[in-house]
């Protein structure tokens, strides 16, 4: 999985006992750490946070995975902001379509959707749960409470709803987000929304926060897919290994600031729906022209766009491959970073070519 919003998954390693998923570190709080944080309670600082959740869903859900514990534990902030980029993680109650898990009820009880707790399973379970954080962000409080789980789940399973619709609190409150929350926090599964329904919601359009294209850098496109296959390998290797956070977070404001359908992925014809500056005009022709053929995924994009002339990206490149420090790059050592990155038959074309070279000549083929 490749999306701003969804914590990267880099391995799985299963046996007979357990499963291992090696993921993305990511750094920030949670956002059950920020519910009482005054930045957070403004419509458009509630409408910013659920719009990326809502992103992050309808990536999940098209590719037939449902996530089953969206709760605020599981959401993290990249900065203590809620405009900041945020990131869905700990899936460890996920389900992939065609391979349900009908044998226990998953996720926080506070959270979890009706059906689920009826030992069904849909991926609008996913809603339900979100429609319980915007509650929280919205009134400071859970829908559904109780003593015990028992009592929480009665809650959840027979409580007149009007009620939380028609509460004083309710009343007080921007008629949009009301009317947003009967759409999610809905037991019939038919009219409760999708993930790209309630992207669409009016709350959603009139107050989340729109990410600014107006101070980005575009010229960064201008080398993407001029690279060879060993250019696009050390590029590869620089953003997995060594790209720093705040770098990353640059490509990540692009990527969002283009994907304006959310879909995790940016082609040709997202380019003629964003508004680019008079400034932007010249390269937005060409940016578009070099993607038409395919579509764009985050982790690819940002691949592509590393400059590999750049004198600080060459020395930690270098410092990174030359495992000995003696300021040559050994052929073993790039065996051992190549691997992980290209399929076999492209390391045993480049090994063949290093093995007639020198030290000296492959510092020099690879920098």
């Not at 969804?6 to 709080?29: M, N, P, S, T, W």
């Not at 101070?215 to 060594?242: A, P, R």
Request: net charge negative; proline share 3%; charged share 30%.
């Amino acid at each position: 999985m490749d999306h701003p919003n969804i914590v990267k998954v880099y391995e799985v390693f299963q046996d007979d006992d357990q499963v291992a998923i090696v993921l993305e570190h990511v750094e920030g709080r949670d956002l059950r750490q920020n519910l009482k944080n005054p930045l957070f309670h403004s419509y458009e600082a509630i409408a910013t946070v659920i719009e990326q959740i809502l992103s992050g869903l309808i990536y999940l859900h098209m590719k037939g995975v449902t996530h089953k514990d969206i709760k605020p534990e599981n959401i993290v902030l990249e900065e203590e902001s809620p405009y900041a980029n945020l990131k869905l993680i700990d899936f460890g109650f996920s389900e992939i379509k065609h391979r349900q898990d009908t044998h226990n009820n998953a996720g926080t009880i506070l959270y979890t959707a009706p059906e689920v707790l009826m030992r069904g399973s849909d991926k609008k379970c996913d809603l339900w749960c979100t429609g319980i954080i915007l509650y929280q962000l919205l009134f400071k409080e859970l829908p559904f409470r109780g003593k015990t789980p028992s009592d929480i789940q009665d809650q959840i399973l027979t409580k007149n709803l009007n009620e939380l619709f028609e509460s004083s609190k309710a009343k007080a409150t921007d008629p949009l987000a009301i009317n947003f929350l009967q759409k999610l926090i809905e037991r019939s599964l038919k009219k409760r929304y999708s993930a790209e329904e309630a992207l669409n919601d009016p709350f959603i359009q009139k107050y989340a926060r729109k990410p600014q294209i107006d101070n980005i850098d575009f010229e960064i496109f201008k080398i993407y897919q001029g690279k060879t296959v060993m250019e696009l390998v050390l590029s590869s290797v620089f953003v997995h290994n060594l790209m720093l956070r705040e770098e990353k977070s640059k490509f990540v404001r692009i990527f969002r600031a283009l994907d304006t359908k959310r879909r995790g992925f940016i082609s040709s014809d997202d380019f003629q729906t964003v508004d680019f500056s008079a400034t932007q005009e010249t390269v937005k022709a060409e940016i578009s022209k070099k993607v038409q053929k395919g579509q764009l995924g985050l982790t690819n994009m940002i691949i592509s766009c590393v400059d590999l002339t750049n004198k600080d990206v060459i020395r930690r490149l270098f410092t990174y491959l030359d495992f000995d420090e003696d300021l040559f790059i050994n052929l073993e050592d790039i065996y051992n970073v190549l691997e992980k990155y290209i399929d076999k038959n492209v390391l045993k074309e480049i090994q063949s070519q290093l093995k007639a070279m020198n030290k000296k000549q492959v510092t020099s083929f690879f920098l």
